[in-house]
């Protein structure tokens, strides 16, 4: 396995009998729309949640659409171009900013307001496994989360 897809990962995370579970799903779905969060190396992250008949999608950084796949494939979910040459010149002239895409209120009912996701997910500076982290220490599945990383990480 090669260092970059060492650091690609997908984890579910959900709740059973009032108690947050996280588990490590194949490496695979990092380069698929199937997975509920997902960190591609350090570039961006996929948040997805399934509500019934219902899925909000969030993208961390639109530019990564250009390199990734599973970006691409967010955006067409979401029915979002890809941005052409120029327009992804005008995002990437704020190197300190990454520019999101999708549902920003996906977290909002858990308590992850739709400000505070963008400023976690527009910070260049914080790695896309970090943010992640911080979401779910926010959203209360700090322990599940840092466990299934720690099962694939060590």
Known sequence: MSDQEALDFAI???????VWEAEV???????????????VGDEFFVA??????????FLSDIAASWDFPLAEQVLE?????VPDEEELDA???????????????????LGLDEMELGILSGDVDL???????????????????????????G
């Open 25 to 39: 799903l194949p490496t695979a779905l990092t380069s698929d729309l199937d997975g509920l969060l997902v960190a």
């Open 12 to 18: 579910v995370v959900y709740r059973e009998d009032d």
């Open 127 to 153: 790695l896309p496994e970090d943010v992640l982290s911080s979401i779910a220490a926010r959203l209360g599945f700090s322990e599940p989360f840092e466990r299934a990383i720690d099962s694939m990480f």
């Open 48 to 57: 997805l949640r399934v509500f019934g008949e219902r899925v909000d999608v």
């Open 91 to 109: 995002i990437l002239q704020d190197e300190d900013t990454a520019l999101p895409a999708g549902d920003l209120s996906i977290f909002a009912d």
């Open 77 to 81: 979910y979401l029915d979002v171009p």
